[in-house]
């Protein structure tokens, strides 16, 4: 487990590549982490599930220093990393990439030019026919190739979401966090990301954070299945594990079931019948 | 009861204020570093393009309506004391040290400055100023420098040209409509505007040039959310760009004066 070494600003490097110890995070009087502890092992794939609005994409925030957490500390690579100023956090999230929940994509760029952004700060490009070529094959790598030209107001909500993709790991980096990865795919395409992700991690050794809310991709991919619920951390383990897991939260938001009391709502609002209300207006 | 919402009020104003104190730093550092960064020429070099190139005409067309609108509005003062042949020095004297520049920059304020808002506040909005800091790459580097010295840059230049079409403007009406001869309007206006009074006009550019700019990107940066959120962002950068714009104004006024009457006794010496 997480044990704290002499000084407060260092951890072990053998209790994760990245390690959150009693995160808090509140919005206001809205508590939306609670003393999360969570250590994430370099090279395997990490799945975060929960239901909507439970504070998934702020953990993952708090990852790379976008979001600061109330109290409690984050680590990466034994390094404490929420106390930097930004100047030192960009030299840190240079081994992440990020892909986010709404893609966001520069829509002042082209397909492109989004996925040339890293690399072009980072790197020489020797000339423009090279350039043509990495866009080439991390567009090849989402099923993207041919829409180079096109700015992110011309694609639809899923090809945003893979030139995204293919920018988040444009630079090949360390560690790649996942928001909601398929989301707004179809299912041939969503496996086709979750192959993407695998491929990944064999052959790169990459470390993965994947958030979703799509069991088939988690147990595809996942190496680990962690369930927050209410700013906790209620279920962790193989997917197998939450597969069987005797817990009424985990086994209804896994299969999708919903539950006695929310069931009961609908029923109540069924009882009410709306059509009452339009007889007052002049057809 | 009450004591402490007004001091938590003013907690948070403060807060706010050192908050704006510390973007201000970094965004002067990082556009300091940038200078020297052959890599930000071409951000600095299409922002200038937006920024400078497109205001120009609105630039021009502020300064010839300045110029004429001051032709008009001093000749009956002065030709009631038969004084109406000096009709230039007045315009341009007035023009040159502040109404030009002053003018200019509420101009630019409006246009490059709300545009600034707008644009990046949507990108707050949309996650994408996060999106920059998640690869590593400092928006400050990226967003700000380049809009800053973009703006610093060229405030003094269409501040020049301001005064050029104001100059202009009150030529046209001096002479065309109102019948006073070309060569007095010159000649007056030569021997009183010195050297000293365009240079004021234009150093002051630089300030409201990075004043606007600042301003703007501030306001960007710490946008709220929605639709509603860029809108209001866009509404405080302007007042509060113009409200500084005014400000500066006057304190740049009591200084260079003062610069003015102690440098005047060695003035001979040029
Ligand atoms: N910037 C913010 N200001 C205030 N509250 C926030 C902010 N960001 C998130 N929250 C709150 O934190 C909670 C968790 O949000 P989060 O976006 O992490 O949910 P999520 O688990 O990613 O949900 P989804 O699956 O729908 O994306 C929500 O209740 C939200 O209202
Ligand atoms: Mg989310």
């Known amino acids: ?283 | 009861m009450r004591m402490p919402a007004a001091a938590g009020r003013i907690a948070d104003h403060l807060e706010r204020l050192g908050e704006f104190g510390r973007f201000v730093w970094r965004a002067i550092v990082v556009s300091f570093f940038s200078c020297f960064k052959p890599a930000t020429y071409p951000l600095i070099w299409s922002q200038m393009y937006i920024i400078g190139v497109r205001s120009v005409p609105v630039i021009m067309i502020t300064g010839a309506f300045v110029g004429m609108t001051l032709a008009v509005q001093a000749y009956d003062q002065l030709a009631g004391m038969g004084l109406e042949e000096r009709l230039g020095a007045l315009i341009n004297i007035s023009g040159v040290k502040e109404l030009g520049p002053v003018l200019a920059a509420v101009m630019l304020a409006g246009r490059v400055g709300g545009a600034l808002t707008a644009e990046l506040g949507t990108m707050k909005v949309t996650e994408q100023i996060e999106a920059v800091k998640s690869m590593g790459v400092d928006p400050m580097y990226y967003l700000v420098a380049p809009r800053l010295l973009a703006c610093l840059l060229l405030a003094p230049v269409l501040i020049i040209y301001a005064d050029l079409l104001c100059s202009l403007g009150g030529y046209f009406v001096s002479v065309h409509v109102l019948g006073i001869s070309g060569r007095p309007y010159w000649d007056y206006s030569a021997s009183v505007v010195e050297l000293w009074d365009v240079s004021v006009g234009v150093i002051k550019g630089f300030f409201f040039g990075a004043a606007m700019a600042v301003i703007s990107c501030y306001k960007g940066f710490n946008c709220e959310d929605g639709a509603h959120g860029v809108g209001k962002a866009c509404t405080e950068a302007f007042v509060a760009s113009l409200i500084s714009i005014l400000a500066l104004d006057f304190m740049l006024v009591v200084i260079f004066k003062s610069i003015y009457n102690t440098l005047w006794p060695l003035r001979s010496m040029f």
Not at chain 1, 197 to 211: C, G, N
């Open chain 1, 1 to 283: 487990m997480v044990k704290a070494s002499d000084s407060n600003n260092k951890i072990s490097k053998d209790d994760g590549i990245i390690v959150l110890r009693n995160v808090t995070r509140n919005f206001g009087q809205n508590i939306v982490l609670d003393k999360i502890n969570l250590a994430i092992e370099s090279g395997k794939t990490t799945v975060v599930i929960g239901p909507s609005g439970c504070g998934k994409t702020v953990l993952v925030k708090h990852i790379i220093g976008l979001l600061r957490p109330t109290s409690g500390q984050v680590f990466f690579k034994g390094k404490r990393i929420d106390n930097l100023n930004e100047d030192q956090l960009g030299k840190i999230r240079v081994h992440f990439g990020y892909l986010f929940q709404s893609g966001a994509l520069f829509d002042s760029l082209t397909v492109a030019g989004n996925i040339l952004f890293p690399i072009e700060h980072f790197f020489k490009i020797p000339s423009q026919k090279e350039a043509e070529e990495v866009v080439k094959i991390k567009l090849q790598m989402v099923g993207m190739d041919g829409f180079q030209e096109r700015y992110p107001s011309q694609l639809s909500g899923g090809q945003r979401k893979r030139v995204a993709l293919a920018r988040a790991i444009a630079l090949s980096p360390e560690v790649i966090i996942y928001d909601e990865p398929t989301t707004g795919l179809d299912p041939i395409r969503s496996d086709v990301i979750n192959e993407l992700i695998l491929k990944l991690k064999r052959e790169l050794k990459i470390t993965s954070v994947a958030v979703t809310h799509d069991m088939t991709s988690a147990y595809k991919i996942a190496d680990r299945i962690v369930m927050l619920h209410q700013g906790k951390i209620i279920a962790d383990g193989s997917a197998d594990y939450i597969r069987d897991i005797n817990n009424p939260v985990v086994q209804q938001f896994i299969n999708g079931q919903i539950s006695e009391e929310e069931l009961e709502i609908l029923r109540m609002r069924d009882s009410y019948d709306a059509t009452k209300l339009w007889t007052n207006i002049p057809r």
